[in-house]
C-alpha cells in the first residue's frame, strides 16, 4: 500500500496526461478541472459486496419493470401504489414516449445508483441514476495506473479485477442491438466528459460519433463511414433526452440526430439509456423504490433507502413539522443539487416560513433524514485525514440479466478550507476494491 | 348531424437557395376515429422520398422523412373525405397530463389575477363556455402579432393573436380552473388556412370548444393532431442544411355534402 501511496504524483499526472476532468458548473460558467486521485482504496469485503451486489440488481430490475409500467399499461399508478402526480408532473416523463417499446424491454441499460455507508454500517441509497450517469472510466483508468506502479499491491491483495467494464459495456449493448454497429455517441470534444466518452468506446469495441456523422433515413440510424452508411444497431448516448431530436424534443438543439425517434419508435436501433427514465430517478419517486421492489418482484428490498417522509401523509406530515430543524427537505419539482435545504442551517424564521410552504404545497415536496456516514482516510499532503466520501456503483442490464460492476466510483469531500488549491470545490476520487475473499 | 367533408390541404416550402440533407417530421393527416371515418385519403409530398408512417404518444399519425438531394421547394399535398358524426362519440379515457400546465401553457401571474377576478358559473359544463366567452372578449384577433413559438403568457400580455394563442390562453386558464383540456388542429370548412382549438373533458367525454370562433365545435370541424399545445402536434417540423430563406403558401379547402 505505501508503495502506491508513494506513486500518489505520477498517477496524478498520468491522469492529467489523459485529460481525466470533470466539468462543473459555477456561477453560470462552465469550468473544466482536474478530478484528484487519493491511492488509498475504499475496501469493500468479498461478503459486503455479496449483499450490495444482490440489492444493487433488484433495485435495477425493479425501477426497469417501473419505466416499462409507466410508458405502457401503468398497473402501479391503477393500484394506488404511486400516486399519479409523482409521475405526470415529473420533469423527466416524456409523453412522446408513451407506447413505445425499446428492444428487449430495456429502459436502464446503464444504472449510476449513488450509495453512501452509515457509522451503523448499514449502506443507504442515497440518489438513483438512470439517465446517463457517467464516471464509471475514472475508477477504470486509475485501476490501470496503480496496477502499473504497484503490480506488489495487487500480488498480495485479493481485488477482484474491474478492467472488464469495456466487455460489460459491450455485452450490454450487444444483447439489445436491433443489427448493426454499436455506437457510442458523444455532444463533441469540447465536453468535459469526452475523454471518457472516447475511452469507453474503445474499451467497448464501438464507434465513437458525434452528431454530423450520424442520420436517420427510412426510419433507420446510419453511421456514415469511409465505407459509406452502416446501419447502427445501438447507440449508447451521452447526450440529454431533450437534445436528442431537434424534430421531436428542443428544436433549437445542434447537437441532436433529426428523426432518431422515429428510428427509435420502429424499434430499429437500441438507445442506452432509453429517452424519458428521468421519471423514475426523481426525487420524489425514489422514496417509492422499496415498494416497486415488494410490487414487481414480490422481494423485500435488500438496500435501505435513506428514511424518507411525505408530506402528503397525515404521519408523515406530522414527523416532519415536529422535526424540521434536524431534516433534508428536498423540493421534488428541482433537478440536480437545487432546492435541497438543511433545516439545521435555517434561521427560526425561515424555519417557519418553509413550514408554511410544505403545509401549502405538500406534493412538493420530500424529507429525508441526515445520514451520518462513514468518513474515509485521505492522504492530505503526506498526512493522513478523514473526509466524507460516497459511492457510485455501476449496474448494467442487457436483454438477459442485469451485472453490478465489482467497482465504483468513490468520490470524496475535500475540507474547503485546505489550502490545496487545484480543486479545493470539486473533491476527488478513489478506487474502490471490491475483495475476492 | 353528420356531415361528408372533402379536404384539401396544400403547403408549398419555397427556398431562396437549393438545401439538402431535410429532414421532416409532418403531422398533417386525420385519424380514423368513431366521430369521424377517414373514407378516402393521400399525401403526396413532393420531391418524392420513402415516409415513415407512425404514432407518436399523443397518438397522432405521424410521417418522416428525408430528402438527401439539394433541392429549392418542398410541397406535401393532403386530399381526402371523411365522415363526421359527433353522435357516434363515446365516453373516453383522459390521459392525466391535459390536467397540468404545459410549456406553451404556464399560468402567468397576471393571468392568474384576470382569472380570479372572472365570475363564472359552478356547473363545469357552463363554466367550460363562460371561459371561452370571456377568453373571446378579452383578446383581438390579429395575424402577425405573434408567433409559432408565442406563449399563453406572452400572448396574453399582449391582449392580441391567432387561433394558437387564443387555444394555449384558454387550456392554461381551464387547467387552473381543474378542467382538464387539450390542444387541437385541423382543417374547419371553409377556405384559407389550418385552425387550431379545444377540448375540455367534461363527463368522461372530450367537448370541443373553439375559444378564437367562440363557437361549440360541431361536424364542421376536421381534426389532424391533439397534445397538451402546439408543442406535441405540429403539423410540419423540419431541419435542413443551407443557409436559405423560405417562404411557405398554403391553400386549404374543405366544403361539405350533408
Not at chain 2, 365522415?83 to 362519440?89: F, H, M, P, S
Amino acid at each position: 500500500m505505501n508503495d502506491l501511496i508513494r506513486h500518489e504524483r505520477q498517477i496524478n499526472q498520468q491522469l492529467a496526461r489523459y485529460g481525466v476532468r470533470f466539468g462543473i458548473y459555477k456561477n453560470g460558467t462552465f469550468q473544466e478541472r482536474l478530478f484528484p486521485f487519493d491511492t488509498l482504496p475504499r475496501i469493500i469485503t468479498a461478503e459486503e459486496w455479496e449483499g450490495l451486489r444482490k440489492g444493487l440488481i433488484q433495485r435495477v430490475n425493479a425501477l426497469n419493470c417501473f419505466l416499462r409500467d409507466i410508458y405502457g399499461e401503468k398497473r402501479i399508478l391503477a393500484d394506488g401504489i404511486v400516486p399519479e402526480d409523482f409521475v405526470y408532473r415529473s420533469p423527466g416523463y416524456l409523453p412522446p414516449c408513451e407506447g413505445i417499446k425499446p428492444p428487449k424491454g430495456v429502459y436502464s441499460h446503464i444504472s449510476g445508483i449513488d450509495l453512501v455507508k452509515g457509522k451503523d454500517g448499514v449502506w443507504y441509497v442515497l440518489e438513483d441514476n438512470l439517465r446517463i450517469p457517467s464516471g464509471a472510466s475514472y475508477p477504470l483508468i486509475a485501476r490501470g495506473l496503480c496496477r502499473r506502479c504497484s503490480p506488489e499491491t495487487f500480488r498480495h491483495n485479493h481485488v477482484v479485477d474491474n478492467r472488464n467494464y469495456g466487455e460489460l459495456l459491450r455485452r450490454t449493448m450487444d444483447s439489445v442491438n436491433t443489427g448493426g454497429i454499436n455506437v457510442v455517441f458523444t455532444p463533441g470534444r469540447y465536453n468535459a466528459a469526452y475523454f471518457e466518452h472516447s475511452y469507453l468506446a474503445e474499451k467497448a469495441g464501438a464507434v465513437l460519433a458525434e452528431a454530423g456523422d450520424l442520420c436517420v433515413r427510412d426510419s433507420t440510424l446510419y453511421y456514415r463511414s469511409v465505407h459509406g452508411d452502416e446501419k447502427v444497431g445501438a447507440i449508447y448516448r451521452r447526450v440529454s433526452d431533450e437534445y436528442m431530436d431537434p424534430l421531436c424534443f428542443e428544436p433549437s438543439s445542434l447537437i441532436g440526430i433529426p428523426n432518431l425517434m422515429t428510428a427509435y419508435r420502429a424499434g430499429n436501433v437500441a438507445v442506452l439509456n432509453a429517452f424519458g427514465n428521468g421519471v423514475a430517478d426523481d426525487k420524489g419517486i425514489y422514496y417509492f423504490v422499496p415498494k416497486m421492489i415488494r410490487y414487481y418482484l414480490g422481494e423485500e428490498p435488500i438496500l435501505s433507502n435513506a428514511p424518507t417522509y411525505l408530506p402528503i401523509d397525515d404521519k408523515d406530515l406530522k414527523y416532519i413539522l415536529d422535526h424540521l430543524d434536524t431534516l433534508v427537505i428536498k423540493d421534488v419539482a428541482e433537478a440536480g443539487g437545487y432546492g435541497v435545504v438543511f433545516g439545521s442551517k435555517l434561521t427560526k424564521s425561515q424555519l417557519e416560513e418553509l413550514r408554511q410552504t410544505i403545509l401549502d404545497k405538500p406534493r412538493r415536496f420530500i424529507a429525508q433524514e441526515v445520514i451520518d456516514f462513514q468518513d474515509l482516510p485521505i492522504m492530505d499532503e503526506g498526512k493522513q485525514v478523514e473526509r466524507k466520501a460516497d459511492l457510485r456503483a455501476f449496474v448494467l442490464s442487457g436483454a438477459e440479466e442485469t451485472v453490478a460492476w465489482p467497482s465504483g466510483l468513490t468520490r470524496f469531500s475535500r475540507n474547503p478550507d485546505s489550502f490545496i488549491v487545484n480543486s479545493s470545490q470539486g473533491g476527488g476520487f478513489k478506487d474502490t476494491w471490491i475483495l475476492s475473499r | 348531424m353528420s356531415r361528408l367533408l372533402h379536404f384539401n390541404y396544400d403547403v408549398q416550402l419555397e427556398f431562396s437557395q437549393p438545401v439538402q440533407q431535410h429532414s421532416f417530421v409532418l403531422r398533417c393527416l386525420p385519424p380514423n376515429l368513431p366521430e369521424q371515418q377517414i373514407l378516402d385519403l393521400s399525401l403526396v409530398v413532393d420531391p418524392a422520398v420513402p415516409l415513415a408512417l407512425q404514432r407518436d404518444g399523443f397518438g397522432n399519425l405521424l410521417q418522416a422523412g428525408r430528402i438527401d438531394q439539394p433541392h429549392s421547394h418542398f410541397h406535401y399535398r393532403v386530399r381526402g373525405t371523411a365522415l363526421r358524426d359527433d353522435t357516434r362519440r363515446g365516453p373516453e379515457p383522459c390521459h392525466p397530463v391535459f390536467r397540468l400546465a404545459s410549456s406553451y401553457t404556464a399560468l402567468s401571474p397576471e393571468m392568474k389575477a384576470w382569472l380570479a377576478g372572472l365570475t363564472l358559473p359552478e356547473a363545469p359544463r357552463d363554466r367550460a363556455w363562460a371561459l371561452a366567452q370571456a377568453v373571446h372578449e378579452r383578446l383581438t384577433y390579429c395575424p402577425g402579432a405573434t408567433g409559432v413559438s408565442t406563449t399563453a403568457a406572452q400572448a396574453f400580455a399582449a391582449g392580441q393573436g391567432v387561433c394558437q394563442d387564443f387555444a394555449h390562453i384558454y387550456l392554461a386558464l381551464a387547467r387552473a380552473l381543474g378542467l382538464p383540456a387539450r390542444y387541437l388542429n385541423g382543417l374547419p370548412e371553409g377556405e384559407g388556412a389550418s385552425h387550431a382549438w379545444c377540448q375540455v373533458y367534461l363527463d368522461e367525454r372530450w367537448v370541443g370548444i373553439d375559444p378564437t370562433r367562440l363557437k361549440r365545435t360541431d361536424e364542421s370541424y376536421l381534426r389532424f393532431g391533439i397534445g397538451r399545445d402546439f408543442g406535441d402536434c405540429p403539423m410540419e417540423r423540419g431541419l435542413f442544411v443551407g443557409g436559405a430563406d423560405q417562404q411557405q403558401t398554403v391553400f386549404m379547402r374543405v366544403s361539405a355534402e350533408q
